[in-house]
Structure formats: structure tokens, C-alpha cells
């Protein structure tokens, strides 16, 4: 039910195109996941999200778990249903958010217990349950659960950590069932090269249909973050999808792609667009600025989004300054589909040997200008 | 550029079907028009309002002067242009934001001064500023200017008020100079049937391509509303559209139908659907109580809306329950498609000889229930 397939090789960087196969379609690869937490791309119906060129999506197993319950997503008829997405879904088994949100967890070798956030009352999470609730969502892909120390941990709390994350992997392993759903390790071992490299093996030597790196960007040096790109994917086999966790920067896809990573997801898009920015080139433009009240330009003239196709500049200055609720969705739809562009124009680039670690295609000196 | 060509007629009430054509295409009566006071119905791509069966819509002039300034819509192409809507637009004048939201206003024959209620500074509204301010807005239809007094104002205040919307009525028709816009006096005249004969009497003796009924729904009882629906049309020429004012409840609708009305607009829609409001036959649903949370019938099963081909109650009460943005959008979404629907059904009701004034299509018993 599950196949990656390389299609094609950059001659000059390990960066590949690909095919990843899912029961709710084909992912081609390299591409941009959006997130939508709470089974909803923030502001986004499905038809528009549809528009911006997403296969696969993101949802959150710790969240969805938390409302509105794995019960009520699995009688709804799965994830796709529920949200009415009818392409790849992948959940994140919310290993980050339970160390990230849970205030007051209690961290054994069993699982972690802690607060939720929204009542206060006890939950226990360990990988046999976090295995469940992903097999009662329903999403093709699921996420093993993994232990995210705090980025600033010592090196012995991080290799204690991969310890328990391996320990966690094979439990994940053993409870994961379900057969129209792949279940992906995660590598951690924050910004220790060892501690990488054993996590990165250890989670190889599982025949999963797929390979995550977490702990990534989680409040380490923008060098720390592109050393643990650069040193990881040797490790990992190249016939898996190589999904590097949380990265959304068009600088940072470029860089992991030449690195030989596939696929990547981050809140960005949606959370700048929520706030009255928009992406244009590599640049980031809060459209609540005055120079564009009268602009009658769409955001990016290059671009084909529902967005760009029909609203200008002006139009979306007047609706963010007015805090008016279409603004925010047409800003988040526009970045989305500025995000999956890029990482298509990869792909394009690739076929076409012209991807350098630097791509930049909207230049009009890039050799690659051609696939923007 | 202008007509109203009446199609079918009720047996046994004064309801009738109607096509007014506008620069921007027909709009088929009766109709209800969704409200997007500042360019935008809250919430809602063109591409969704469209999907809600919606044609002529309505913006307001008092608004979008304010922000973000008839400047901007001009030199972006006009309203139709600059929000994305290609079908009918009609501006209010403001007459009503002018008096319940300038607070310090002073009123005279000659216009308004008052405060703007965004930044304090000096403003002055005349009848030549307001049709000039349309002009440049530039929606198929743009309304007078109207005084329009608190409704518990005395008749002898609301006889004053009468005569200076008449006056400035007369204003407006010499200045409104725009060909392809069309210029519709509004009668108003309170509680008081000598007031309102007077005032639809002067209103209809300008040859004007529609009249609007305007001061109703303003905090009167619904007795009030009522007599005031009854008394007026007899009193307006039976070529040219009537348009109710801010009436959007379907037993109000209905009842201005059966005494002739063609035009109906209302915030309740969009209001209601920001708060989780459900619109189902003629009841309200907080779609965020408990007893839907497990619910996965669309709001509507009769209903063909996006929201309701695609979504199920429950996940509308998910994302309501979490503040999700795409909840406010969808249920915005059915309501206007429901009180459109509403008024297609009327239509189709009057055409097959089926329409009474308790119009109630959705129940079986009706004899209208081919029309829902």
C-alpha cells in the first residue's frame, strides 16, 4: 500500500524527485505539508486548500486526542472524512507538544503523564496509546512516539532521550496494526553528531515506510539546524521518504533537499498569514503597511493562486487593516501555495538538472528561472 | 441599462417574480441580497459567496468612505473590481450609519457633520457628497440619502425627517449623473401610516429604477414592522423593484413577498454565523452545544451548500468549539444559502401557484414542498 520511488537525481547535490505512495493518493516529492492541527488548514476550506496545490497534510495526534477525541474522528469515519480531505493525511504522534504544552509531565520509560492544558485534568500518554489514537484517526501516515528534550538539554539527558525514544519505536512498532496506514520513525539527538547518527541508525534498521528527523528547530542556531541536515540523511536509506520535521523556510527546504530530504511542514505559511503577512520571493511583506493602500497589484503577478488570480494588494490592505476574517484566509492561502510552488519548482528543477543548494528561481538570472 | 420586467404573479397574494437587469447581470426576484458592508461578506471568498446562489449583494457607502475611501475603489476599477464580484453591487447611501453610529452628529437641510467614530476627526455627509462618493464606488445600484430618526421619535420628528429625505431626494436625483448606476429613493416616514403614504407617494413620483423601503427594523415592535409592510406597496409603482430594508427574518421575507416586496438584504446571515449560528428551516442551532458533537449529519441534508455537501455537524461543532475561523466561514456560508434558497423557493412557489404568506416549504404538509 505504501511505496517511495525515485524518479529522478540531481547531478550535483544529493537532491531526488520522487513518488511516495499512499492509500489516498500519490505524494510527489520534494514537497511542502501544511499544517492543519486541529484537523482544519487554519482558514482554509478544503477546496481552497485543494487549490493550492497540497497533497499531503499535517494534522496532531496530541491535539486531535484533546478535542475533539480520537472517538468522535474514528465514528465520523476517519480523519479524511471528518475534515473532508480526500488526499494523504499524516498526524504528528504530538511527541513535541506533550513536552512542549504539557506544563507538568512526568516522564518514564512507561510514557508521560501530565496536566491537559484545557482542564486540568490527568492524562497518560505512551506509545501503545499514542499508536491507537493515530489508528482510530485514520491518517495514512502516522508518527512513532518520541521523547523532544528542550534543545538546550545536556548530552547525556539527549542520548538518555534517544534511548527512550528507541525503546518507545519498537513498542510503536509492535502495537502499529494497521495495514492502510505507515507509521514513520522519528531521528532525534539534538545538535550532537554521535547522538544523530546512533538515533538515525537505530531508527533505520526498521524496514518503516518512511523516516522523520525531529527536534528540529526548536530554538537551536540556524547553523546547528544545517548541521544536523547536512549530517543525518547519510544515515538513512535512500529508498525511504525523508521527511525533515517543522522546516518551512524556503532557505532551509532548499539546503535539506540538497541534502536528500522530501518532505517538510510548518505552521509559517498559515500563522504569517493569520497575522497580515505574505511571502513574496524570499521575502516576508506585511501587507498592513501603507505603501500598499494603493497598490493595485495581486501579491506576486507570478503567481496563480486563487489569491493573486483575484485580489490586489489594496484589497487585502483594506480587509487586514479592518480585521476582517477573509484577509487572513486569502494571505494563508496565498503563502501555502507560495510554499508548494517552491518545493515544486524543486522537483522541476531537478528533472531538469538545474537545482542548486541556493535556489532562488524567481531571479531572473537563476538557471532555474524557468521553473518558477 | 435598467429594467424590472415582472414574470409571474401570485393567485391569491400581491407576490410576483421579477427580473431587474443591471450593467452586472440580472437578478431574479424575489431575492434575498447578502450584506458585505466594508467590500467583503464576512468571511467569504467570491468564489464561496458565488457558491451560495447569491447575485446582487450589498456594500455601504458611510463604511467603505471611511475605509478605505472611495479613492481606492475608483482607482482600483470600481467595487466590482476591487472586491471580486462580478455580479450586481448595491451601496447603501450610509443614511442609517450616518445616525445610529456618527453620535455627534448635527444634522441640518444642508447635510450631517459629525465624528468619525475611527479617529475623531470632522466629516460632512450631504446628499451631493454621498451620491458623488457612490458614483465613484461605482455599484450598479446606489441609494439616497435618508434621514432616518430613532423610532421612537415623535411624528412630528419623523414628518421633519420625511421632508428633508424628500428634499434631499431631490438633490440626489439632480447630482446622480451616472448612466450605468441606478439611483433608488428610499421611503421612510416611522410607524406612522399618513407618514409613510406621504413619503411613498413622493418617492414613487420620481420615475426612479426601483424604491426601497428604509426605517423598518430599527427597534420597533414586530407588529410595527408588519403594518408598515402592508401599508407601503400599494403605494409604489408595481413596474420597478421594491426593496425592503435589513429585513432577512424568512417569516418577514415571506410577508413582505405576499404584499409585493422583491429585495431583501440582512446582516443575520453572516451575524449568526460568526457566533455558531446554524440556520435550519426556520430555527437556530448553536451548533457548539454539546448534542452535536456527535452528530455527523450535514447541518441540512436537504441542503446543497458547500458546507453542507461537505461537512458534518459534528466538525462544525469542533471547530466552533475551538475558535477554528473555517467554522465561522462555513456556517456563514449555509445561512445565506439558506435564506437564498428561502427566496428561490418563493419564487418557485409563485410561479407553480403554490405560495401563501406563512410560506413554510421545508414541512412536509406544505403544498410548497417541491420548492425546498
Not at 219 to 230: A, F, L, Q, Y
Request: a neutral charge; charged letters at 20%.
Amino acid at each position: 500500500m505504501f511505496d517511495f520511488t525515485s524518479i529522478s537525481f540531481c547531478n550535483s547535490t544529493n537532491a531526488r524527485t520522487g513518488i511516495f505512495t499512499t492509500p489516498h493518493g500519490l505524494v510527489k516529492t520534494p514537497k511542502f505539508m501544511p499544517v492543519g492541527t486541529l484537523a482544519t488548514v487554519k482558514g482554509l476550506s478544503s477546496t481552497q486548500l485543494e487549490s493550492t496545490d497540497a497533497t499531503m497534510i499535517l494534522s496532531n495526534t496530541f491535539h486531535l486526542h484533546l478535542q475533539p477525541g480520537e472517538r468522535i474522528i474514528k465514528e465520523s469515519g476517519g480523519i479524511h472524512k471528518f475534515m473532508n480531505w480526500h488526499k494523504p493525511v499524516l498526524t504528528d504522534s504530538g511527541g513535541y507538544q506533550v513536552f512542549s504544552l504539557g506544563k507538568l509531565n512526568k516522564i518514564s520509560d512507561e510514557g508521560v503523564s501530565f496536566k491537559n492544558p484545557r482542564d486540568g485534568s490527568y492524562l497518560f500518554l505512551s506509545p501503545e496509546k499514542i499508536m491507537e489514537i493515530q489508528m482510530d484517526i485514520g491518517a495514512d501516515v502516522s508518527m512513532a512516539f518520541d521523547h523532544c528534550p528542550p534543545h538546550t538539554s545536556t548530552e547525556n539527558d539527549i542520548e538518555d532521550s534517544i534511548k527512550r525514544t528507541n525503546l518507545w519505536l519498537e513498542r510503536c512498532v509492535k502495537t502499529h496494526i494497521r495495514k492502510d496506514q505507515a507509521l514513520f520513525g522519528i531521528v532525534q539527538g539534538g545538535k550532537y553528531p554521535r547522538l544523530r547518527e546512533l538515533s538515525a541508525k537505530f531508527v533505520s534498521s526498521f524496514d518503516l515506510p518512511g523516516i522523520a528527523v525531529g527536534g528540529v528547530s526548536v530554538g537551536e542556531s540556524i547553523d546547528e539546524i544545517h548541521n544536523v541536515i547536512s549530517l543525518v540523511p547519510k544515515f538513512l536509506p535512500s529508498n525511504k521518504p525523508r521527511y525533515l520535521m517543522g522546516i518551512g523556510t524556503l532557505k532551509e527546504i532548499s539546503i535539506a533537499v540538497a541534502q536528500g530530504f522530501d518532505l517538510f511542514d510548518c505552521v509559517l505559511p498559515t500563522r504569517l498569514g493569520r497575522h497580515g503577512t505574505a511571502l513574496f520571493n524570499n521575502e516576508r511583506w506585511n501587507l498592513s503597511n501603507a505603501r500598499f493602500r494603493d497598490d493595485f497589484r495581486p501579491i506576486d503577478q507570478s503567481c496563480t493562486c486563487e489569491t493573486c488570480k483575484n485580489y490586489s494588494r489594496a484589497y487585502l490592505h483594506h480587509l487586514i487593516r479592518n480585521n476582517e476574517l477573509l484577509g487572513l484566509t486569502l494571505i494563508s492561502l496565498h503563502n501555502i501555495s507560495h510554499v508548494i510552488r517552491f518545493t515544486n519548482a524543486i522537483s522541476k528543477a531537478i528533472q531538469d538538472n538545474c537545482f542548486t543548494i541556493d535556489f532562488a528561481p524567481w531571479e531572473t538570472s537563476s538557471i532555474a528561472h524557468h521553473t518558477w
